[in-house]
């Protein structure tokens, strides 16, 4: 089993910057494939950017593609987003998620474990 804590999010302005992380304890993290996940106020959960064990492939949703960076370092148990040109529309609670698998997914039911999220708020 893992626990995961996110940290990083907070108020910014549009065109700002964030980095989210996601702190792992507990099994071997680099076991876990690792996604970022994301809901605003009424509106579902919805993919933001995955990654796999080692951090060589990665899987954006298009609404963040060329602004998010997803990436992990297996040796401190962390996983990051970091989130650039940042939009109104980008505002929401993120979660980051870890499933046992070796193939990363954008779906939510593939992912076993998560955490309590972190909320982003980009201002206009």
């Known amino acids: 089993q893992v626990q995961l804590v996110e940290s990083g999010g907070g108020l910014v302005q549009a065109g700002g910057s964030l980095r989210l992380s996601c702190a792992a304890s507990g099994r071997t993290f680099s076991t876990y494939t690792v996604a970022w996940f994301r809901q605003a106020a009424g509106k579902e959960r919805e993919f933001v950017a995955a990654?796999?064990?080692?951090?060589?492939?990665?899987d954006y949703a298009d609404s963040v593609k060329g602004r998010f960076t997803i990436s992990r370092d297996n040796a401190k148990n962390t996983v990051y987003l970091q989130m650039s040109t940042l939009k109104p529309e980008d505002t929401a609670v993120y979660y980051c998620?870890?499933?046992?698998?070796?193939?990363?997914?954008?779906?939510?039911?593939?992912?076993?474990?998560w955490g309590q999220g972190t909320q982003v708020t980009v201002s206009s």
């Open positions: 998620a870890a499933a046992e698998s070796q193939v990363i997914t954008s779906r939510p039911s593939r992912y076993d474990y």
């Open positions: 990654v796999s064990l080692r951090g060589s492939i990665t």
